[in-house]
């Protein structure tokens, strides 16, 4: 939804002082020096004067059309049919809120609640809720689920994980004292087994992604299972639902909880957000009575009729805050609706077409990179790859936009072991001319 511009600039200071602050500046106290931007638009100008100054300076951004994208690390380019915007944009639908008096709402209930057993019918969970922030909230939450459930104090998690997916982890398990343990990968750039044998000790919870954040399929998810079983953990496995079509689902391999991305169905990449975390769960009465946020289910009303409700809400806002599993709120139902529109115009063959798709684009994209630059893992990829170069990256992606095409990742920073590596990433949006482009520029420049 867009936001007009309102011309109060002349009266910041006045509103400022209003609610308590000598100044703007003392507003915003509290964030890191050169974190806040002054817009600086003249004062005096017509609010129609204004929006055509910021058109001009929104002109400037490039989409993933004019400018190709390789991009990826938990953000994609995926292609969103029409009707899934124009569903959404339907009144019924059109707000992320949580109704307070949620059986007033039959129509988001019942979204919600087709959202709910599409996923579980994709992750081979009975049990899924509607739903978390995005991916990254959903592990955090699995997290603590793990430690209240197993009544323990260790998450052990992937040594190859997003770093945005560890800054949010660690600021989720921070406070109640949950220790994250990481597991170094392989040469083949997977999870290391016998590391993970020696790491399970005490833990609440073991997780895996699907695939791991170097965009590698692991090959060995089920004896991973077993691990976390034998040693008294919960087995979490994280999963990008566009491969679903191909791989089997978490649920069949042991998986009790199964969190992921949902807003990869049906949704823009929105500058990154807004998001749908997916949470799932298998039928245990101690899983379901700790899951976060709230459970949309069907019943009967008074005239015998079918009739949807808030069947699980355990959310500070429902019920006695210190009894709370989580103070998830509700900007992601919007988010989830699109997700189960897109889902169910799918279908299971759509599903598996669109896992093809993206599967053959990635080993295309592979199999070029490989041919200016190393490519230091083997296996199967899906959606992003690892690729290694002797320059700085910095420069080579520069350079890149300079030729009008965004490069990938970069990984160096947070792996520094890994060198002047990067992620490139390919969808079933990715033209074969846009790789081709990508590889041309790359033998000059890299």
Not at 23 to 39: I, Q, R, Y
Request: net charge negative.
């Amino acid at each position: 939804m867009g936001r007009h511009y309102l011309p109060n600039a002349a009266h910041k200071e006045e509103l400022a002082k209003e609610i308590g602050f000598t100044s703007v500046e003392d507003l915003f106290s509290d964030v890191p020096k050169g974190m806040v931007k002054e817009f600086n638009l003249p004062e005096g100008k017509s609010e129609y004067e204004v929006f055509l100054e910021l058109n001009s300076v929104l002109s400037m951004n490039r989409t993933v059309l004019e400018m190709p994208s390789f991009l990826g690390a938990g953000t994609y380019f995926h292609y969103v049919p029409a009707h899934v915007k124009y569903l959404i944009e339907r009144s019924e639908f059109l707000t992320a809120y949580t109704p307070y008096q949620p059986e007033i709402s039959q129509g988001m209930l019942q979204a919600l609640f087709e959202y709910q057993s599409l996923i579980a019918e994709l992750v081979g969970l009975p049990i899924v809720n509607a739903s978390m922030y995005d991916w990254g909230t959903a592990m955090a939450e699995a997290a603590l689920m793990s430690a209240r459930v197993k009544k323990k104090s260790k998450f052990v998690v992937p040594k190859a994980l997003s770093p945005e997916k560890k800054r949010v982890l660690h600021t989720y398990t921070a406070g109640p004292g949950v220790e994250i343990d990481y597991v170094d990968w392989n040469e083949r750039g997977q999870v290391d087994i016998e590391k993970l044998k020696e790491a399970v000790d005490g833990a609440a919870g073991v997780y895996v992604e699907v695939p791991n954040f170097f965009g590698l399929l692991e090959e060995e998810i089920a004896a991973i299972g077993e691990i976390a079983h034998d040693a008294g953990a919960l087995f979490v496995v994280g999963v990008d639902p566009t491969v679903l079509g191909l791989v089997e689902a978490p649920g069949e391999l042991g998986a009790d909880i199964v969190v992921g991305e949902a807003a990869y169905f049906g949704n823009p990449m929105n500058f990154g957000g807004p998001r749908a975390g997916i949470f799932a769960v298998r039928n245990d009465k101690k899983l379901i009575r700790q899951m976060p946020g709230r459970i949309i289910g069907m019943t009967k009303d008074a005239d015998g009729k079918r009739a949807f409700v808030m069947t699980l809400q355990t959310r500070e806002q429902h019920i006695r805050r210190a009894k709370a599993t989580s103070n998830i709120c509700s900007n992601e139902a919007l988010v989830a609706v699109a997700a189960a529109i897109h889902l169910a115009t799918l279908g299971p063959r759509g599903l598996t077409e669109l896992g093809e798709v993206i599967l053959k684009n990635t080993a295309y994209l592979k199999k070029r990179l490989s041919e200016v630059a190393e490519v230091p893992f083997e296996g199967i990829n899906f959606k992003d790859i690892l690729v290694r170069f002797e320059k700085p990256y910095d420069e080579i992606h520069d350079k890149l936009l300079e030729r009008n095409i965004h490069g990938g990742y970069y990984v160096g920073e947070h792996f520094p072991e890994l060198g002047e590596s990067a992620l490139f990433a390919a969808t079933e949006t990715t033209r074969k001319e846009w790789v081709d482009s990508l590889i041309e520029a790359l033998r000059e420049v890299a």
